[in-house]
């Protein structure tokens, strides 16, 4: 079985046409995903990398249409039929626009076949108990849906309801994400889980990773857009693909890691400043669809480089994790700003301040709004209030934040 769609079968099949595969280093393989203005109808797919080395195979992340099935399943019977005999399936991420497909490499007829899946992304992969569980956690900083649904269709009913019995509301978003996943087999019943303790540091100039080799490729594991996010390294011929570390939604979930992020995209940059990348591009990367978005919203987006395919050279590569370096603390700093010039402050209040800054990085995380994109504002700035221990107390309904 395949991913279904939120209305069976109704796929954007005019858009996925557009879709291209680009061979973008020897033996490295992008087919390029799929974006949208409608998060839930038309929903998002990633990119998917193929790599060989050998006589292995690596496909990361599967995407989300039927569509990728097949480009995929082109590439990998290629290598096959070319002498490949061991296909190693990793995912950057658990998240089901990087995950839909995963059940093609029982398609490809390799001999041996591997999924391997961090210990840290078990829980995202279980795509509905995250979702829904999320909602619970998040309920410790705010009235969660009041904040997340804007008063439009389809989200504005699920506010509505909410306000009238919480129970309910719940029952009625748990329909929508069954609809969302439906048909989707992630294979995790299958993953050899990769322990914490297994992974291995490798060091390149003063630069230090944890993570997992593949035969040549090294998966880095970052921790940033998600617990056991992973992004990989070719050492040959220096391309970094960093998943969704590097993207303009982050951080999507309670268990994202904003620090991380920052960290991460100060060691990418150094990485990159020091020789090691020389081509890079992400899960969601694609100038048709970010021009597209650019359009839509009508405004410029933070750097020209948001809207290439790649990067290419160790200045520019350098230069895209410096944005989202600024991008990441300038969205931190401004929450933690916003929270020591009230004293105290609820999320919602801090969310209508961040609303009306003129800071430019805040000005683009609000431009990008839930559910066109899966962008939350209010899941940011829980993830600052909670990464960075702000204490919090009940005041009847309210849950008050205080800056220490
Ligand atoms: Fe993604």
């Known amino acids: 079985m395949a991913y279904q769609g939120f209305i069976p079968g109704r796929f954007p099949e005019k858009e996925l046409k557009q879709t291209r595969t680009m061979e973008i280093a020897p033996d490295i393989w992008m087919i390029e995903g799929y974006l949208s203005m409608n998060f ?19 496909l990361i992340d599967t995407g989300t249409y039927p569509h990728y099935r097949e480009k995929i399943l082109k590439i990998l019977n290629r290598y096959r039929k070319d002498g490949a005999k061991r296909l190693v399936l990793m995912l ?3 998240h089901f626009d990087h ?3 995963n059940d093609v490499i029982m398609e490809a007829g390799y001999r041996e076949v591997d999924f391997y899946l961090p210990e840290a992304e078990v829980s995202s992969i279980d795509l509905f108990g995250h979702w829904t569980g999320e909602y619970q956690e998040l309920r410790e900083y705010y009235d969660t849906f009041r904040e997340m649904m804007p008063l439009a269709f389809p989200t ?32 995790a019943h299958t993953a050899k889980i990769l322990p914490d303790d297994s992974r291995v540091t490798r060091k390149f100039g003063d630069v230090e990773f944890l993570g ?8 880095v594991h970052d921790a940033t857009h998600s617990p056991g996010h992973l992004s990989f390294y070719d050492p040959e011929h220096k391309v970094f693909l960093t998943g969704d570390a590097t993207l303009e939604i982050n951080p999507p979930f309670l268990n994202s890691s904003l620090n991380n992020c920052i960290a991460m995209m100060k060691k990418f940059r150094q990485f990159a400043e020091q020789g090691f990348v020389r081509l890079a591009t992400d899960a969601h990367r694609s100038k048709i669809w970010s021009s597209m978005l650019i359009d839509k919203t009508g405004e410029a987006p933070m750097s020209p480089l948001q809207m290439q395919d790649t990067f290419e050279g ?5 230069a895209y994790y410096a944005l989202w370096e600024t991008y990441y603390q300038g969205m931190k700093d401004e929450v933690l700003g916003i929270l020591k010039r009230r004293g105290e402050a609820t999320v919602h209040q801090i969310i209508a301040d961040f609303k009306s800054s003129k800071n430019p990085h805040a000005r683009f995380k609000v431009l ?12 940011m700035v829980a993830n600052v209030l909670r990464e960075n221990n702000i204490p919090k107390k009940k005041d009847g309904s309210k849950i008050i934040f205080s800056y220490k």
Request: proline share 5%.
């Open 314 to 318: 160790a200045e520019q590569c350098a």
């Open 99 to 101: 995950v839909a497909n």
């Open 40 to 58: 839930f109808l038309k929903p998002p797919s990633s990119n998917c990398f193929i790599m060989r080395d050998k006589d292995m195979v690596l």
């Open 368 to 379: 990008m709004k839930f559910p066109q994109l899966p962008s939350r504002l209010d899941v």
């Open 156 to 187: 504005g009913v699920v506010r509505i309801v909410n306000s009238i019995s919480q129970n309910l509301a719940d029952k009625m978003m748990a329909s929508h994400l069954r609809k969302l996943f439906k048909g989707i087999n992630t294979m």
């Open 212 to 219: 997992w080799e593949v035969g040549r490729f090294f998966a």
């Open 92 to 94: 950057t991420q658990g």
